[in-house]
């Protein structure tokens, strides 16, 4: 996939915005007693080696092979949200607290966000294969961006005869595989995924869907009906309560990597508003 500039530039006016917020609450970033900036800190790296310093920047934690933990002046993502990568020179963190994590951005392949840690510096060679030169031990961290999320989720009530509710098709799949049913969901695409979920959830701005609970893959579902749902920018994501009719199917082993316990096969789909 290309990555999209616009986003790109979207994080990094964010970082230059926060950086006055950023100084007003620790002090002038020069001396060991206030808060650094990674640049100051990877512009000198001998000044602050082997020294406990406190240093405010953008996390970044992604899982995988190979994953990422550190600390960088900003973030660039997909209009999506996803493939999040550090701009500039980043800093290594061994041990940012997982706690932390609930409150920063979450699109679902990645955490990231503006925080403060404080930890002992030391240069060399840390990360996956040793490409990062720097590092910091976290000693403590904290959130400096709060990102709040709202969250729709569909109702566990049963629906009209001859409807299957979504949590129904969780509680008994078995009942319903192999049959062509009606239901209710949201319906959920970001490019990677697409399912039928109990619920999505965003960010206040509606930036960064998720969906929620256990979803069911989705294929087939017709594009002209999501002109009607909620979509991200430049089309990076749909979601929206949708009505979909299909064969329903169970047993496991489908979607991207066969994560999915079920797969529904749409043949028809309604939003509802």
Same mark, same amino acid.
């Given at each position: ?35 650094? *900036? ?57 041990? $940012?607290?997982?706690?932390?994590? #609930? @409150? ?7 955490? *990231? ?15 996956? !294969? ?14 400096? !961006? ?10 566990? #009530? ?31 695409? @970001?490019?990677?995924? *697409? ?7 965003? !960010? ?16 087939? $579902? ?37 994560? *999915?316990?079920?797969? $529904? ?9």
């Amino acid at each position: 996939m290309i990555r999209s500039p616009w986003r790109s530039l979207l994080i990094v006016l964010l970082l230059l915005t926060s950086l006055p917020f950023l100084a007003t609450c620790g002090g002038q970033g020069g001396s060991l007693g206030s808060s650094l *900036y990674v640049q100051n800190v990877t512009a000198d790296p001998a000044a602050y080696s082997g020294k406990e310093i406190t240093v405010d920047g953008a996390y970044l934690w992604r899982p995988g092979n190979p994953g990422i933990s550190v600390l960088a002046i900003g973030v660039g993502t997909l209009d999506n949200g996803l493939d999040a990568q550090p701009l500039g020179d980043a800093i290594w963190l061994e041990g $940012f607290p997982a706690a932390q994590t #609930a @409150n920063l951005h979450s699109p679902g392949d990645a955490v *990231y966000g503006f925080v403060r840690v404080r930890g002992q510096f030391v240069s060399g060679t840390f990360g996956p !294969e040793g490409k990062y030169p720097y590092q910091i031990t976290v000693s403590t961290a904290e959130v400096i !961006e709060q990102v709040h999320r709202v969250e729709s989720v569909v109702k566990d #009530a049963p629906l009209a005869s001859g409807k299957v509710s979504f949590f129904d098709l969780q509680r008994n799949p078995e009942k319903y595989s192999g049959q062509t049913i009606t239901a209710q969901g949201y319906y959920f695409w @970001n490019s990677v995924i *697409y399912v039928l979920a109990e619920g999505v959830s965003t !960010e206040e701005d509606g930036a960064s869907p998720q969906p929620m609970g256990s979803p069911i893959w989705m294929e087939g $579902f017709p594009p002209d009906k999501s002109v009607d749902l909620h979509i991200g920018p430049n089309n990076s994501f749909v979601w929206g309560l949708v009505e979909v009719t299909g064969t329903f199917q169970t047993g496991g082993g489908f979607g991207k990597d066969g994560v *999915y316990k079920s797969i $529904f096969n749409v043949v028809s789909a309604t939003p509802i508003k």
